[in-house]
């Protein structure tokens, strides 16, 4: 399971290395920062809006059918757009990668995670680390070899095109491996004694809450505030890494070229795999309270720190980016198992998918936030890390509030729980055991 994951996700992590992008398209089209990162802040809405309306198909139909599902809309996306850089169409990119490829994100990035869950159900938070790890570090594939891509093909738009072509068919073939590869476990792989698919309601241990009783609850929306503004507050750094760094020192003796800012983009993506992982693993030896302490409370810190102090050291600047980074891919890896904690496993992919509703709107403010205030410094005259001052002050804001709603987090009260007798009739969201696929076919 591990390897199907990460052939999906490595695949459509590539959305974080979106920011190599940003200046050719820019140049060829004409566009302005804001409008250069609408087809990415699109993506990532429709990944929240996707998650949250096929996570219960992806319960009901199984991974297989969401990976499939995943790969025909990631690749037609990049299809799509490349169409649309070949004729200078921007609204064929906004449209191909960011709401095709975006339903693609969603349904991707859903569909291993309560899978892996069942796999190791005593190791919750090491077992989403890896699910969804790969798509923190699709980026460090993806930058460089876009980066690589634009430097043969040209930075024009049909230079563009071609790496857009090139992009949709090579993940499909990849994303294909994870396809043929997944499956749910039966309970005898997770210890139990018989062939029923582990995970069914009547095999649910412990706190058990249906989808639609999680919505109703203060834990959900706390959480869900949480995660939006622990995202919101990385994303922003994510989508304008490599022009970012390349502004913060283009007034220092040693200014950042640009394949040094897709190695910088390249960092980030290892960072943010790393952190989903480790930050994930270590949830299940500190608990999810105190992580989320430690990612939105020393987020904060990181970013006081590069306002302050960022553009007189390269080393401080990157090493506080990384840490943020890395936060911000725990934080993602992390809550799947905070949410099983809270809620238990009985509907947990399907919560998960309406959780990310959150991402939704933090891939618009995060983004926006970042560009809007950039565009209005550079309009009023400022340059270099002048521009980024304003925005990663509101961030510091953003991720005290976080730190807020995390404390107020408590235990889901009894009478949202659903019996063993009623999770056997529960509403829509159920999965029947005896006509769930064992493959997930």
């Not at 087809?39 to 199984?62: D, H, W, Y």
């Not at 430690?294 to 840490?323: N, R």
């Not at 799947?336 to 998918?353: E, S």
Request: proline residues 5%; charged residues 10%.
């Amino acid at each position: 399971m591990p390897p199907a994951a990460l052939a999906v996700h490595l695949s459509i992590g590539q959305a974080y290395a979106w920011s190599v992008f940003k200046p050719p398209l820019e140049s060829a089209l004409g566009l302005s920062g804001t409008e250069s990162a609408l087809p990415f802040q699109l993506g990532i809405v429709m990944l929240g809006l996707s998650a949250a309306f096929g996570g219960t198909l992806v319960e009901r139909k199984g991974p297989r059918w969401a990976m499939s599902v995943a790969l025909v809309a990631f690749s037609s996306g990049f299809l799509l757009a490349a169409l649309g850089a070949a004729t200078r169409q921007y609204w064929l990119i906004v449209l191909g990668y960011g709401v095709v490829g975006g339903i693609g994100l969603g349904i991707g990035y859903i569909s291993p995670v309560s899978t892996l869950i069942k796999w190791f159900p005593d190791r919750p938070g090491m077992a989403t680390g890896l699910a969804i790890m790969g798509f923190g570090g699709g980026a460090l594939i993806a930058s460089p070899w876009s980066q690589q891509m634009l430097d043969s093909f040209g930075t024009d738009s049909s230079g563009i095109a071609l790496a857009f072509l090139v992009h949709g068919l090579v993940y499909a073939v990849f994303m294909a491996l994870g396809v043929l590869l997944v499956r749910v476990p039966r309970a005898r792989d997770v210890g139990g004694a018989t062939d029923r698919p582990a995970g069914g309601p009547a095999s649910a241990t412990g706190v058990q809450v249906s989808a639609n009783t999680a919505l109703r609850t203060p834990q959900f929306w706390c959480l869900w505030l949480v995660l939006c503004l622990n995202v919101t507050a990385g994303i922003g750094i994510l989508e304008k890494a490599a022009p970012m760094i390349t502004d913060f020192f283009a007034d220092s003796s040693t200014p950042v070229s640009a394949s040094a800012a897709a190695g910088f983009v390249a960092l980030l993506s290892a960072a943010n795999m790393a952190g989903r992982f480790g930050w994930s693993t270590i949830s299940d030896l500190i608990g999810r309270k105190n992580v989320y302490r430690l990612y939105l409370g020393v987020g904060a810190l990181m970013y006081l720190l590069i306002v302050e102090f960022g553009d007189s050291s390269k080393a401080l600047f990157v090493l506080c980016a990384v840490v943020i980074i890395s936060f911000y891919g725990g934080g993602f890896a992390t809550v799947p198992a905070y949410l099983k904690d809270l809620f238990g496993t009985y509907q947990v992919g399907a919560i998960h998918g309406r959780l990310l509703t959150a991402w939704s709107l933090a891939g618009v403010l995060g983004p926006f936030i970042v560009n809007w205030v950039a565009d209005s410094q550079e309009h009023a005259g400022k340059h270099g890390s002048g521009l980024y001052g304003v925005s990663f002050a509101i961030m510091i804001g953003l991720l005290v509030v976080g730190f807020i709603a995390n404390e107020l987090i408590r235990p889901v009260h009894a009478r949202h729980h659903v019996t063993a007798v009623r999770k056997a009739e529960s509403d829509v969201d159920s999965v029947s055991p005896t006509s769930a696929d064992p493959t997930g076919a």
